[in-house]
């Protein structure tokens, strides 16, 4: 067990290139679930090569437990790494897989046939340790990955997408499964997924990047409710964050917030940090989950803190309706109830409740109230 | 249903009766010579000249003890199997190894020694064969059978290195660096992991350099001029006097000698071609 610190760790491909990690600082607490997450190419996985020792380090330190292992090779660090595609050796036996770390690391006979034993018991894996890995379903093989990076005991837990090549349904179940696994070993994780409903669910923490640069390290509940700017903004929940451009005026002593096709009532409370945006365009940014059809309001909202809008698409999902609104070149989403039995063409008024509203700066993006 | 499916089959028979044809044409081309080959070292040396080419009256099998002795072949069979046993194994060692850290290991400079290799691998053996006679005549490694397979290993290490190399750079780079974080070391992911993966591609090139070696007359009659080192193909001049060469013995001898090679392609046959064909493997 042990805590990972990135100190400032960037990572150059080549000279002149944009640096694919770029300064990342940042603590994972011992037998924390770190979730690092992000679009393709945003340098998640890169940094966590670098923690497996597969990349070299350009700049900056890595710290595992107490040791800065920038010059260590990878069977120093003590970190064991589950791959997207497994990388079980297929011309190994399962126990072999399984057993292989432990016959590097010169561990004696007995006691690497009792560890592999309780791994894959507890993989629920001990049917197939004789079978090769071509003979197993994607799922088992995912398993035996899993046992293999558990047998080790080691200090850190590295994920790289473990569950991205399983099918919709075993990938849910898996999930909850890594999850209780983590309960019980309580070894330092560190897991890469570009899916951020993974990323949510499993994480502790949540560490959200994009291009290389560290955007937000929070709780899930956190990232969600109080994003630090629009890229994160948009990146968790889904369907994503609606962004509209508005155009900040002040009247009768109150501030609204103009649009095409509408003029809205900014809530007094997110009021006074946009004052100084007064007479200049902000970007408003609003979940489809939040944005309420009127009559469903259960504040007082004045009526000029809502949105008229026209249902454009309906989308059908048994349990709830993805509504698509327009008002003039503005479009927004909506995730609503299907008790309201909205059809096309309908004209409707929706409205956020104040502290479901986003601002964010238009040229750095962060947020601002 | 049945009659369905022999309706079927019995159209698809016809349409490919054409293809059957060009593959008997070329069967009949490329077994020709060798059935020839057989009938004539079932013949007496004057039933040769009557019939070279059809089908033996006789049975003369004496042919075949009186070659294995005329050939000398309880020496020269042990002389080119010790030549092609060090060479196989010193090619596929050091290839192996060089394919290795050419597919795998991101040396600077990779790239130009590939070409390297490629230009000096299609040199003919011609324009270098006095200046290396001369060199190893004064290494003293003439007449000795490690000093010819230190020639063979470098004329065939450029073409095993470029087969094992298109391999191993094909085998994922996950395989690797799981091992690497497994607590594997270099060697042990080549001894362990990369060889094993690439081991169709292993014996794809030892049975080419094998045939090579074993079919090799220029260098080993160059090389190895004392009779005791005579390999198999070096003692076909056993067979021929001054003025002319014993047609029946010669054939018998041949056969003998080509029957190893059929054997070990028999044996590997499927594998030999999947090595040829199949790049990686999956996981």
Redesign the interface.
């Known amino acids: 067990m042990a805590r990972v610190i990135f100190d400032g760790v960037s990572k150059l491909y080549g000279a002149g290139q944009t640096p694919a990690v770029n300064n990342l600082s940042m603590e994972i607490e011992d037998r924390e679930f770190l979730v690092l997450v992000g679009p393709s190419g945003c340098g998640k996985s890169t940094a966590m ?1 670098m923690v ?3 990349e070299e380090i350009s700049g900056g330190r890595i710290i595992i437990g107490d040791r800065v292992v920038n010059d260590l ?3 120093d660090r003590d ?3 589950v ?9 190994m036996t399962v126990r072999d897989n399984l057993a ?2 432990l016959k ?2 010169k561990i004696p006979k007995g006691e690497r046939e009792t560890r592999v034993r309780e791994a894959a018991r507890l993989l629920d894996i001990e049917g197939f340790l004789d079978r090769k ?2 003979a197993l379903s994607g799922g088992q093989r995912q398993r035996v990955a899993l046992g ?1 990076a558990i047998v ?1 005991n080691a200090d850190v837990f ?1 994920m790289d997408e473990p569950l991205s090549n399983l099918d919709a349904k075993l990938r849910v179940q898996t999930r909850a499964e890594l999850i209780k696994l983590h309960d019980r070993v309580q070894t330092t994780t560190i897991y890469v997924t570009h899916d951020q409903t993974e990323a949510m669910t499993m994480g502790d923490r949540i560490a959200v990047m994009s291009l290389g640069v560290l955007q937000q390290l929070d709780t899930p509940q956190n990232l969600y409710d109080h994003p630090a700017n629009k890229f994160v903004a948009g990146f968790i929940g889904s369907p994503s964050m609606n962004f509209v451009d508005v155009h900040l005026q002040a009247a009768d002593g109150k501030l609204f917030a103009n649009a095409d096709g509408f003029r809205m009532r900014v809530p007094d409370a997110k009021g006074r940090s946009l004052q100084k945006y007064l007479g200049e365009t902000v970007t408003l940014g609003v979940r489809p989950e939040h944005l309420v059809e009127r009559s469903r309001i259960n504040i007082n909202m004045p009526p000029d803190a809502t949105i008229p809008v026209k249902v454009d698409v309906v989308e059908l999902l048994g349990n709830e309706i993805f509504v698509y609104l327009t008002n003039g070149n503005t479009t927004l989403t909506a995730r609503m109830d299907p008790d309201l039995k909205l059809e096309r063409g309908q004209e409707i008024e929706v409205a956020a409740e104040p502290d479901r509203l986003h601002f964010f700066d238009p040229k750095s993006e962060e947020v601002v109230a | 249903m049945g009659d369905l499916n022999r309706l079927v089959r019995g159209g698809r028979g016809m349409s490919l009766a054409p293809n059957y044809v060009i593959l008997i044409l070329l069967l009949i081309f490329s077994i020709g010579p060798l059935a020839i080959m057989a009938f004539n070292s079932l013949k007496s040396r004057t039933e040769i000249g009557d019939n070279p080419l059809g089908l033996p009256r006789g049975l003369v099998w004496s042919n075949y003890s009186r070659a294995w002795d005329v050939g000398n072949f309880s020496t020269t069979m042990v002389n080119s199997g010790l030549l092609v046993a060090g060479t196989v194994i010193g090619v596929l060692l050091l290839g192996g190894m060089a394919a290795y850290s050419l597919a795998k290991l991101d040396l600077p400079g990779a790239g130009a020694l590939m070409l390297f290799l490629l230009v000096v691998s299609s040199l003919p053996i011609h324009l270098f064969l006095v200046p290396l006679f001369v060199l190893w005549r004064e290494l003293g490694l003439l007449n000795s059978f490690h000093g010819l397979i230190l020639i063979y290993i470098a004329l065939n290490a450029p073409l095993a290195i470029f087969l094992l190399r298109s391999y191993m750079v094909q085998l994922p780079r996950d395989f690797e660096d799981a091992a690497r974080v497994d607590g594997a070391g270099e060697w042990q992911i080549f001894a362990k992991i990369v060889v094993p993966l690439s081991w169709p591609g292993f014996l794809t090139v030892g049975l080419v350099v094998a045939l090579s070696v074993w079919n090799e007359f220029l260098l080993a009659t160059v090389f190895l001029q004392d009779e005791s080192k005579f390999t198999v193909v070096t003692s076909y001049q056993n067979f021929a006097t001054r003025f002319s060469r014993d047609w029946s013995l010669t054939s018998a001898a041949s056969v003998m000698m080509i029957v190893p090679i059929i054997v070990i392609f028999l044996i590997f046959q499927r594998r030999f071609i999947e090595g040829m064909t199949q790049g990686g493997m999956k996981g």
């Not at chain 1, 791959?83 to 011309?91: E, G, K, N």
Request: proline fraction near 18%; avoid cysteine; charge should be positive.
């Open positions: 090569r497996a020792g597969l090779p990878p069977k970190v064991a790494m791959f997207q595609s497994y990388a079980l050796y297929p011309h292989y770390p590097l690391r890995p071509k293999r080790r590295l």
